[in-house]
């Protein structure tokens, strides 16, 4: 048998090269019969058998409460009933949506999770842009201060945040503004006077009483975006800067030689380069803001704005003294919060892909 | 000739510190937002905070509030008066130590699978950090309340929503404790292991940022090492522990960092529930704020030590510039 391949040439540009082929037989032997086959094969199935279970562990609880949501008192009853309703019902969606004022806080938090969602994902794009590309005294200072602001836990600033928003006022500034002129600058200092006097003598310290207060609005949560301290803007500001340190230094010199400055660099050529960052913290903050509870009830704690916090519990009409009481209350709350992450889940669906390049583009790989 | 050679090497250091200036306004400009709202909001919230530690705080009618100094007896009340902050603590911080490692060694494990080519990539991707973006805040909340467990288990017709009973039957199928009982690694890793497989929904639904930040290191280390690695005829075990980990170090640093901040500040965090709880307690503000005080100032200790001990061991690859 000739092995030797064998050239002819067909045309001008074009020759034909005829060998003979190993039999299909000893070819499928080659490439399955081996050992590395085999383990690569192992490997495989282990890997996606353990990654079905780990999706599993992440999805039943879903599951399990989209199931309940459409159950009704007598399901918790029967001993049959796991998974599948057997009296399905739509009483509890219908329930939360009228009598849970579900339209009105669906539109609160959707103005709230917006305006914020937008103000902390530009705010964390400048300072991360900032603290990445630009060397200036008191940089790392600024980023340590970004990181205290990550490390602190609400809980311990939880009464004072609470307290600068009820009585605001910044070096009592609203004291000048109210006509007081410098008798507001001059209470101001006696006051801190006054305050230090406290500590030693142990007379009570009164504040004064120029104030305003801003809880019970938006105002604190769109102060605390713009300056970039609301909820894990520490997190976003980094993820920013991590990066923005990943962009390459030669596009903006390119730029500058071009006779673009700063700021109009940053605007066109900088913001359309980290679009798909800027949606992964968009998302972040978006829906971070959207199930948050802490700063909500902090600062609107009345019923004046409804807020999605404020839905969740029993509607009066599916009170029940049943025997599945307390299953079927439980699983009303679990409705609840099923329509409140609903917007979510439809929100995510569409952005989970962005998400998960910018995420890797972030490359906090230092 | 001395005097001029100073002026000039002047004259010339100061040209391009002209430009330099420039950019650190440029960038000050820049990071302004934050620097104006850190200065003049979260810096007094931070003094505030940990004033009123000291005092005791009444509303005023008028308006406005009183403040009286009562110097540590907050902290006293916290440490020796309250029944179960000690308590709490001390079981925290435990949890806080046993769970970082199980965490950080579990989304090692998953970046890994997910970093080769497998059928439904992304699709896995996408579920393991849905729980990142849906069960945090209120919806973690609404699950906590669910603790009817026992009760569902019982009436075995639905489970509570949570996850918690269907590991918790898995693990009594299997009782781990007894199939490792005869291997000699000792009692109290097998109850360690034991322990994280009972709360594997936890680990879970918390390590989904941790996966993508290993992802996104695996992915930066450079194929061409892998092929020689091969070439060399080295085994994907031994790849694993020899390139792979080392690479990664830096990565393991930052994911346990991240993991301790994650858990200590998060609301399902157990002293933090503690200190909500006493928060909505009369004359209960300041001594929630002694008490956070506290438990901050523990759990920057056990970053700065774990942070130490770490960057010890960690393997920074040399990048050619």
């Given at each position: ?170 070096f009592d500034f609203f004291g000048i503004f109210k006509g007081l002129g410098y ?81 109009r660099t940053f605007l066109q050529i900088i913001i359309p380069l980290s679009v ?39 509607p009066k009409s599916l009170e029940t003294t049943y025997a599945g009481q307390e ?40 | ?321």
């Amino acid at each position: 048998m000739n092995t030797q391949p064998t050239i002819k040439k067909e045309t001008k540009n074009k020759i034909r090269v005829e060998f003979d082929r190993t039999p299909l037989k000893e070819r499928l032997k080659a490439k399955f019969l081996n050992l590395p086959f085999y383990t690569n094969i192992v490997w495989y199935v282990f890997r996606f058998i353990i990654l079905l279970g780990v999706s599993y562990i992440v999805l039943y609880p879903f599951f399990t409460k989209i199931a309940a949501s459409f159950m009704s008192p007598d399901d918790f009853i029967d001993v049959t009933v796991r998974l599948i309703p057997k009296y399905p019902s739509f009483d509890q969606y219908k329930a939360i949506f009228l009598e849970n004022k579900y339209m009105a806080a669906f539109f609160n938090t959707l103005t709230l999770s917006l305006i914020s969602a937008i103000l902390q994902t530009f705010v964390a794009c400048l300072v991360g842009y900032g603290l990445a590309k630009f060397k200036f005294k008191g940089n790392s200072l600024v980023m340590g201060a970004v990181i205290l602001t990550m490390v602190v836990p609400h809980g311990t600033v939880y009464l004072s945040m609470f307290m600068k928003f009820r009585y605001f006022d910044i070096f009592d500034f609203f004291g000048i503004f109210k006509g007081l002129g410098y008798a507001g600058l001059y209470d101001g200092i006696v006051d801190i006077g006054k305050w230090i006097g406290s500590l030693f003598s142990g007379v009570p310290y009164t504040n004064v009483t120029n104030s305003i207060q801003l809880t019970q609005t938006f105002w604190p949560m769109i102060l605390l975006s713009i300056t970039g301290l609301a909820f894990k803007n520490g997190l976003y500001i980094f993820m920013m800067r991590q990066f923005f340190r990943g962009v390459p230094d030669e596009l903006e010199e390119s730029a500058y030689i071009d006779g673009s400055d700063t700021f109009r660099t940053f605007l066109q050529i900088i913001i359309p380069l980290s679009v798909p960052m800027m949606i992964t913290i968009f998302l972040f903050s978006f829906s971070w803001q959207w199930t948050d509870e802490f700063y909500t009830n902090m600062f609107i704690s009345t019923n004046k704005i409804v807020l999605m916090p404020k839905i969740v519990g029993i509607p009066k009409s599916l009170e029940t003294t049943y025997a599945g009481q307390e299953l079927y209350y439980s699983a009303i709350n679990n409705t609840c919060g099923l329509m409140i992450i609903l917007p979510l889940v439809v929100l995510y669906l569409f952005c989970q892909r962005y998400l998960v390049q910018g995420i890797e583009r972030s490359g906090i790989v230092g | 000739m001395n005097n001029e050679k100073m002026k000039k090497s002047s004259s010339k250091k100061s040209r391009p510190a002209s430009l330099d200036k420039r950019k650190a306004r440029a960038g000050w400009i820049f990071v302004a937002p934050f620097v104006i709202g850190f200065l003049l909001i979260y810096l007094p919230i931070i003094v505030d905070s940990i004033v009123y530690s000291f005092n005791e705080i009444d509303p005023v009618r008028t308006g406005g509030y009183t403040l009286t100094f009562v110097g540590f007896s907050n902290y006293q009340k916290a440490l020796f008066e309250n029944a179960d902050y000690v308590k709490t603590l001390v079981a925290g911080i435990q949890q806080l130590l046993l769970e970082v490692p199980s965490i950080v060694i579990f989304s090692l494990f998953i970046a890994v699978l997910l970093n080769d080519k497998i059928a439904g990539r992304a699709a896995f991707r996408a579920i393991l950090f849905v729980p990142v973006i849906l069960s945090t805040g209120l919806i973690g909340s609404i699950d906590a309340q669910n603790n009817l467990g026992e009760f569902m288990d019982a009436s075995e017709s639905i489970d509570t929503g949570t996850g918690q009973s269907t590991a918790a039957a898995l693990s009594e199928a299997i009782n781990l404790e007894a199939l490792f009982a005869n291997m000699k690694v000792g009692t109290e890793l097998v109850e360690y292991v034991a322990h994280a497989v009972d709360s594997i929904s936890t680990i879970v639904n918390r390590s989904g940022v941790q996966i993508l930040i290993f992802l996104a290191g695996l992915q930066s280390i450079s194929p061409a090492i892998y092929e020689s690695c091969r070439m060399d005829g080295a085994t994907a075990w031994e790849t694993f522990w020899k390139i792979t980990f080392p690479m990664i170090s830096p990565m393991i640093l930052v994911n346990a960092i991240y993991t301790i901040i994650d858990s200590f500040t998060s609301e399902s965090n157990a002293v933090m529930r503690l200190i909500d709880s006493v928060y909505s307690q009369p004359d209960g503000n300041v001594l929630s704020s002694a008490m956070a005080w506290m438990y901050f100032l523990i759990v920057i200790l056990i970053l700065a030590a774990v942070a130490g001990i770490m960057s010890a061991f960690v393997f920074y690859q040399r990048k050619d510039t």
